[in-house]
């Protein structure tokens, strides 16, 4: 997984494709990516969570209300879980690359 700096991408200004809202609780929610899609933001609401791509054992953090995004190989999976509660959701967004 690499977490890059996307304004430095042609794409950057693209509308994303497909979005996501997760509820997800404190137990890991999978969410199957298009298999086109090359890019995600994230974006948690409510709560901090904690996201792997493809089960992965490697756990990575978001704190609420920021937005990374990530570069994913095609045909991703993304698991996501709440650290602390079981309200808040995470928004994530497709991109094409």
């Not at 993304?78 to 959701?89: D, E």
Request: charged share 20%.
């Amino acid at each position: 997984m690499i977490i890059d700096d996307v304004r430095v991408h042609p794409g950057y200004y693209n509308t994303p494709g497909n979005a996501y809202a997760i509820d997800p609780g404190q137990t890991y929610t999978s969410q199957v990516l298009s298999s086109h899609c090359r890019r995600i933001s994230i974006h948690p609401s409510g709560h901090d969570c904690f996201f792997k791509l493809n089960g992965s054992s490697a756990e990575h953090f978001i704190k609420t209300d920021e937005r990374e995004y990530i570069t994913v190989p095609e045909g991703s999976t993304i698991q996501i879980k709440l650290v602390s509660s079981n309200s808040g959701t995470v928004y994530i967004s497709e991109y094409e690359w």
